[in-house]
């Protein structure tokens, strides 16, 4: 099983930019397709994006579709979430996880998961 962690959250400004990095460690990065997920309070956690294992094809919620971009760096065995264009209702705690395939991850089924990192956008 690949271990995660995530980094790079924050408090931003609306209309900022933050970048947030996945950490990858146990088994091969490269094999597992990646997503991203956020859960603001109160609210069940929505899937932001996926990418798969070579970063060939993405796919963007339409809530951020635009504005965020998925990345990863097989080499480094790190994902990124580029996010631009901050508003404060993406203020939530960000999650990473891991999957065979992203038909698991658009779902939010995932092998393995972070231990999130908050973002926080004021108006």
């Known amino acids: 099983q690949v271990q995660l962690v995530e980094s790079g959250g924050g408090l931003v400004q609306s209309g900022g930019s933050l970048r947030l990095s996945c950490a990858a460690s146990?088994?091969?990065?490269?094999?597992?397709?990646m997503g991203w997920y956020r859960q603001a309070p109160g609210k069940l956690r929505e899937v932001v994006g996926t990418?798969?294992?070579?970063?060939?094809?993405?796919y963007y919620s339409s809530s951020v579709k635009g504005r965020f971009t998925i990345s990863r760096d097989n080499a480094k065995n790190t994902g990124y979430l580029q996010m631009n264009s901050l508003k404060p209702e993406d203020t939530a705690v960000y999650y990473c996880?891991?999957?065979?395939?992203?038909?698991?991850?658009?779902?939010?089924?995932?092998?393995?998961w972070g231990q999130g990192t908050q973002v926080t956008v004021s108006s």
């Open positions: 996880a891991a999957a065979p395939d992203t038909n698991r991850l658009r779902v939010g089924v995932a092998d393995s």
């Open positions: 146990g088994r091969p990065f490269s094999t597992y397709a």
């Open positions: 990418i798969t294992q070579n970063g060939d094809t993405t």
